[in-house]
């Protein structure tokens, strides 16, 4: 079970990303390859962080905020 919620959280991240890069001018694939690299940035950027102050557990509530705030920013786009 964790493992799905990790691929779903992951998925989210990449959807998110790609969906927040996306313009009318940028062409879906440079929009995908870019969304994941944001996405894979954002993740590892957060697990280091979480992993250098001791607190490995902040990860799961830190990545819920940035994903509420990933999808309200594609929601105003």
């Known amino acids: 079970m964790t493992a799905i919620i990790s691929l779903l959280e992951i998925l989210l991240f990449c959807l998110g990303s790609t969906l927040l890069i996306y313009r009318p001018d940028v062409r879906i694939s440079e929009a995908i390859s870019l969304g994941l690299i944001l ?36 929601k105003k786009k």
Not at 40 to 66: R, T, Y
């Open 39 to 74: 996405a894979f940035l954002a993740l590892s950027f957060i697990f280091q962080f979480v992993f250098l102050i001791g607190q490995p557990n902040l990860s799961f509530f830190l990545e819920g905020l940035i994903l509420i705030w990933l999808f309200s920013k594609v």
